[in-house]
């Protein structure tokens, strides 16, 4: 009864939220990170991606990262084709967000828009929504 009562719920919740496939919704624009794993970020962060037909790009600490993408319906492959210096790493102080945010987009698995603006993109262990700017 309780796991009827779980996916019940579950599939509740699922039909309050509208997702697009990206292929069928233009996803060129600036998105803010607002939240990874769950957890709001803090306006101060001010972190951003940059996205078009092919690429998206992260200008953080340190040279930024950079990927182009390949997707179908919901499903993504990244590549990385630009991350920061090491040197420069290890001597500045970088938010763990940047690599989870990171993380999530070197191993994407999915990404779709909501129907509030928002891109999310799953996968590397993290879940990172962002808001169209």
């Known amino acids: 009864m309780k796991t009827i009562l779980s996916i019940a719920a579950a599939l509740g ?5 509208t997702t697009t496939a990206v292929a069928d919704a233009a ?5 803010r990170v607002v939240a990874i794993d769950g957890a709001g970020l ?21 040279g930024g990262y950079g990927w182009t993408y390949q997707i179908e319906g919901t499903r993504i492959a990244t ?3 630009q991350g920061p210096s090491a040197e420069c790493l290890a001597r500045a102080r970088v938010h763990h967000a940047v ?14 828009h909501t129907d509030d603006r928002r ?9 990172v929504m962002l808001f169209a700017q």
């Open 42 to 62: 803090d306006d101060f962060l001010d972190l951003r991606l940059v996205v078009d037909a092919t690429t998206i790009t992260f200008p953080a600490a340190c």
């Open 99 to 112: 690599f989870d945010t990171a993380a999530a987009i070197d191993g994407a698995s999915s990404m779709v």
């Open 27 to 31: 996803a060129d624009g600036t998105y």
């Open 13 to 17: 919740l699922a039909a309050c939220t």
């Open 79 to 81: 590549s990385r084709r």
């Open 119 to 127: 891109l999310v993109i799953e996968g590397g262990g993290h879940t």
